[in-house]
Antibody, heavy 126, light 113 residues
């Protein structure tokens, strides 16, 4: 069964750091990239960037550079999101999602998120 | 404000048909990028509903369908059921250098009356 299991809720103070994990099972971890998606309270889904699980190379969306770090440990099929210098506005639910590459024709593909973690709530409060 | 514009809310009675629009621009949907749709019940993981503009993953009822034309896409739900009450998001990609590659619409809350 293909699934992504995320770590539990976190409560942190402003200025601290947090590391969210996303453990994959049921498939070859390095075959599919991982997207990170944020949902702030009362807001919609927001793409944070993606992690190439084959090379470890991260790509960050605008607004998620500097304090946000994607990493991975292939030995345990786990991707990580670290947020440094936490701010109150980082309070949100963070999701990881598998990026599925669906071949349409010889040279074209669909890329979409077919499996999602259940989300990790990060609360930043003094 | 999202680059992909969705109505904040739609509603319908059980059994009725509703549509949710997703309006983009020549930098995203209009550039030929594919559109995917996700269903999200609060407190749960979002679920892939439609991929590649109009394809349903295995297990998604054929009550759900979608289309894309020009700079817009739409999701249609027929035979509304109470369990369809959720938030729905379109997702595409953007070629503008000032934006991230993946885009979500702002989301539409579906109420089943």
């Amino acid at each position: 069964q293909v699934q992504l299991v995320q770590s539990g809720s976190e409560l942190e103070k402003p200025g601290a750091s947090v590391k969210v994990s996303c453990k994959a099972s049921g498939y070859s971890f390095t075959t599919y990239a991982i997207n990170w998606v944020r949902q702030a309270p009362g807001q919609g889904l927001e793409w944070m960037g993606w992690l190439n699980t084959n090379t470890g190379n991260p790509t960050y969306a605008q607004g998620f550079t500097g304090r946000f770090l994607f990493s991975l440990d292939t030995s345990v099929s786990t991707a990580y999101l670290q947020i440094n210098s936490l701010k109150a506005e980082d309070t949100a639910v963070y999701y990881c999602a598998r990026v599925y590459k669906h071949q349409v024709t010889t040279n074209s593909y669909y890329y979409y998120m077919d499996v999602w973690g259940k989300g990790t709530t990060v609360t930043v409060s003094s | 404000q999202s680059v992909l514009t969705q109505p904040p809310s739609v509603s319908g009675a059980p059994g009725q048909r509703v549509t949710i629009s997703c309006t983009g621009s020549s930098a995203n949907i209009g550039a030929g990028y594919d559109v995917h749709w996700y269903q999200h019940l609060p407190g749960t993981a979002p679920k892939l509903l439609i991929y590649g503009n109009n394809n349903r993953p295995s297990g998604v009822p054929d009550r759900f369908s979608a289309s894309k034309s020009g700079t817009s896409a739409s999701l249609a739900i027929t035979g509304l059921q109470a369990e369809d009450e959720a938030d729905y998001y379109c997702q595409s990609y953007d070629s503008s250098l000032s934006l991230g590659a993946w885009l979500f619409g702002g989301g539409t809350k579906l109420a089943v009356l």
